[in-house]
């Protein structure tokens, strides 16, 4: 399991667009767990999903360009 650092695509303006990965083979979901972004007011919103055929959990969110955040990610079992 191993996270990789965000990747940026610069969109010009005051948004961008973050993709962030997760490698897991043993999870059945993967969250995201963003200060203000993806907690408890919009959890949805960091729901990782797997890329079919792989071990690979990616999730790309647009987000402020001045944005500076913690984040984290919580790999969950069946049921959890």
């Known amino acids: 399991m191993h996270a990789t650092t965000p990747g940026t695509d610069d969109q010009?303006?005051?948004?961008?667009?973050?993709?962030?990965t997760w490698d897991d083979a043993q999870a059945e979901r993967v969250h995201l767990?963003?200060?203000?972004v993806t907690?408890?007011?919009?959890?949805?919103r960091g729901l990782m999903?797997?890329?079919?055929?792989t071990d690979t959990w990616p999730l790309?969110?647009?987000l402020p360009t001045a944005l500076r955040a913690s984040y984290g990610f919580t790999p969950l079992g069946a049921g959890e």
Not at 12 to 20: A, I, K, L, M, N
């Open 12 to 20: 010009g303006g005051r948004t961008e667009d973050v993709t962030f």
């Open 33 to 36: 767990t963003m200060n203000r």
């Open 39 to 44: 907690d408890k007011a919009d959890y949805e």
């Open 49 to 53: 999903h797997r890329v079919p055929g």
């Open 60 to 62: 790309t969110l647009r």
